[in-house]
């Protein structure tokens, strides 16, 4: 007995993972797995009741900023049947559609327009899918190619701002939302290069197809059409930037924004359209904040027996500096990214991480976002690789099916994570330029 517990540290991190990944490899869904894992321990100590399975995931719950989660969703869906969509569909083809590979290009772009937006990847992944795999396969794309370019642009949605995974790391580590959406922004548009840059190279070896060049005047009024859409991520960032309305309260102001623009603006969503979005953001949020639930569960658990003190102690005397701790980070949220839900791998692993990041005097905007952009590849890597899952999944094959060319796409991304790890301006310079006073 240690400090009045039964079960040691040790004895209860087995617990936890062992039963965890065994039900996950039993296709056990990630939200129930992560509950059940909790309760042999809270059945097994004296000092524990199942009861605080409940009681924690309830807390969970009880905090306002996970309000933004389900207004965010919100947007993206009302974006998606209220003609939004389609306005930066015609707006990316006038930019890219001349490029190599136009359609590909397009998917691009569009992600980084939809990710200034919605903040969410899953929904940036399921709307688009439903756009793009289809069509490119009309027009001579590989299928494998297809399904891999819009499930790896769907990761954009959660690194350029508003992200939700920057609202949810800054309530629960306490980083400045507005430093951490301004950090994002440098790295977002250096992954959405690279993403093009692959596009190219595929498409002139592969001979895809190219659209004319749109004229000056088409890009004028595409981009007329489409200046009230592109306002959203202008009066979200900048709405918390100036100090006029919280994370949370920025969600609700898109959510409204967005509908006007449905509504009054573009006149494209009506009552079944509005049904429709709210049922499809019923269903995302709620599984969204299940795993957020049992995952903190998960989390007091590894809190209460200190396990993430006994997992380090052995890391912090590596001697690794910043860059080392960097590189350290993004492999545990990459390896972790592959079995776990973002949200929940965040509320896990963060906290674990922390105190290893500030034993090297880690900048914690920089810490933030190399583990946000190292989780955001996690979601087009099996086994779990929610996006490219989403993508497979309208497609009709199985995942292992776009596996190669996903795989081949993310090797200039992680040029990118290494590049950033090495460099901390690519994060930091734009909040130290514009909010320095975010960053103290």
């Not at 083809?93 to 899953?122: D, K, Y």
């Not at 590894?302 to 960097?326: D, F, T």
């Not at 965040?346 to 810490?367: R, W, Y």
Request: glycine share 8%; aromatic share 10%; with cysteine.
């Amino acid at each position: 007995m240690i400090g009045g517990n039964i079960l040691s540290p040790g004895e209860a991190a087995a617990i936890l993972f062992g039963v965890f990944f065994t039900l996950l490899v039993l296709r056990v869904p990630v939200a129930v797995s992560l509950g059940l894992a909790c309760l042999p321990i809270l059945l097994v100590e004296p000092r524990l009741s199942p009861m605080m399975l409940a009681q924690e995931t309830f807390n969970a719950y009880n905090s306002f900023i996970l309000l933004a989660v389900p207004f965010f969703l919100l947007t993206a869906n009302l974006m998606s049947v209220g003609g939004i969509t389609d306005r930066l569909v015609a707006l990316s083809r006038s930019i890219v559609g001349s490029w190599p590979g136009s359609l590909a290009q397009i998917n691009v772009v569009l992600s980084v327009f939809f990710a200034g937006i919605s903040g969410s990847s899953t929904a940036d992944a399921a709307s688009q899918s439903k756009i793009f795999i289809d069509a490119q396969t009309r027009e001579g794309y590989d299928l494998s190619f297809s399904i891999a370019i819009t499930a790896v642009s769907a990761v954009l949605a959660v690194v350029i701002p508003p992200s939700i995974l920057m609202i949810v790391w800054g309530g629960l580590i306490s980083t400045s939302i507005g430093a951490l959406y301004l950090a994002g922004v440098v790295p977002g548009l250096l992954i959405a290069g690279a993403q093009m840059a692959t596009v190219h190279v595929y498409a002139v070896k592969r001979g895809y197809p190219t659209y004319p060049r749109s004229s000056f005047r088409q890009l004028l009024c595409a981009i007329w059409v489409s200046i009230p859409a592109l306002m959203t991520p202008v009066i979200i960032v900048g709405g918390i930037l100036a100090g006029w309305f919280t994370a949370t309260e920025s969600a609700c102001v898109a959510v409204l924004y967005s509908a006007v623009l449905s509504i009054f603006v573009y006149r494209e969503m009506g009552r079944k359209e509005l049904y429709k979005a709210l049922v499809d953001t019923g269903k995302l949020a709620s599984v969204a904040l299940f795993c957020i639930g049992t995952a903190s569960a998960f989390g007091w658990l590894l809190a209460y027996y200190k396990i993430p003190q006994e997992l380090l102690a052995n890391v912090k005397s590596w001697g690794l500096g910043p860059i080392g701790v960097g590189f350290f980070i993004a492999f545990v949220f990459l390896m972790v990214g592959c079995f776990l839900d973002a949200i929940p791998a965040i509320i896990i692993v963060g906290t674990v991480l922390e105190p290893l990041a500030k034993s090297v005097s880690m900048d914690p905007v920089h810490f933030a976002i190399v583990s946000i952009v190292s989780l955001a590849f996690g979601l087009v890597t099996p086994p779990y690789g929610l996006c490219l899952m989403i993508s497979c999944a309208v497609a009709g094959v199985p995942l292992r099916y776009a596996l190669k060319d996903t795989l081949i796409m993310l090797v200039p991304m992680m040029v990118v994570l290494a590049a950033m790890i090495v460099w901390p301006d690519i994060a930091l310079f734009l909040p130290r330029l514009i909010a320095p006073e975010l960053m103290k």
